[in-house]
Antibody, heavy 119, light 107 residues
Framework: EVQLVESGGGLVQPGRSLKLSCVASGFTFSDSGMNWIRQAPGKGLEWVAYISSGSSYIYYAETVKGRFTISRDNAKNTLYLQMTSLRSEDTALYYC????????????WGQGVLVTVSS | DIQMTQSPASLSASLGETVTIECRVSEDIYSNLAWYQQKPGNSPQLLIYDANSLADGVPSRFSGSGSGTQYFLKINSLQSEDVASYFCQQYNNYPWTFGGGTKLELK
């Protein structure tokens, strides 16, 4: 069974940093592209970042480019999102999601981790 | 960026009814479209990909159709467990974008 378990969220002040983790199991993590997707409270979904299976390809949404860094450790089956210079508008539930093997839809999602940016 | 416009934003329907949700796209995405269901308090789950292919384990009362810039999600014989928000997503072009969502409630 595919499982994606996020952690590392919490309350953080504007301008500070936070690092999210997502531990994967139930599939060959090193073969899969992975994403972070967020959802502000009561709002829709926003794709944030993507990393290919071997970390060769990395893409970001314009709203986080230069502030967020996606990375992965295939030996630990873990995906990361380093978030810096956080803003109130980054407040959201952050999901990690697996890219389908075929193309870029998201076939499995974690349960999400809440990040609240507030003073 | 490709813009995704879903309608309606909310929908109230009775058990057993058929409902249709539309997703209009700002440019041709060649059927590179997925639909997700998000039940209250849960994470999104894949329903449909490639505009009309049912994901594993999804009941056959769900179907997708459309092409070009107009796509539809249809739910036949609405069940109580279908109460959820539904989102479309295009994956034809980076950045991958979502529709604003449709909240489906029971009448």
């Amino acid at each position: 069974e595919v499982q994606l378990v996020e952690s590392g969220g919490g309350l953080v002040q504007p301008g500070r940093s936070l690092k999210l983790s997502c531990v994967a199991s139930g599939f060959t993590f090193s073969d899969s592209g992975m994403n972070w997707i967020r959802q502000a409270p009561g709002k829709g979904l926003e794709w944030v970042a993507y990393i290919s299976s071997g970390s060769s390809y990395i893409y970001y949404a314009e709203t986080v480019k230069g502030r967020f860094t996606i990375s992965r450790d295939n030996a630990k089956n873990t995906l990361y999102l380093q978030m810096t210079s956080l803003r109130s508008e980054d407040t959201a539930l952050y999901y990690c999601a697996r890219r389908s093997y075929f193309t870029h839809f998201f076939d499995y999602w974690g349960q999400g981790v809440l990040v609240t940016v507030s003073s | 960026d490709i813009q995704m416009t879903q309608s309606p934003a909310s929908l109230s329907a009775s058990l057993g009814e058929t409902v249709t949700i539309e997703c209009r796209v700002s440019e041709d995405i060649y059927s590179n479209l997925a639909w997700y269901q998000q039940k209250p308090g849960n994470s999104p789950q894949l329903l449909i990909y490639d505009a009309n292919s049912l994901a594993d384990g999804v009941p056959s009362r769900f179907s997708g159709s459309g092409s070009g810039t107009q796509y539809f999600l249809k739910i036949n014989s609405l069940q109580s467990e279908d109460v959820a928000s539904y989102f479309c997503q295009q994956y034809n072009n980076y950045p991958w974008t979502f529709g604003g969502g449709t909240k489906l409630e029971l009448k």
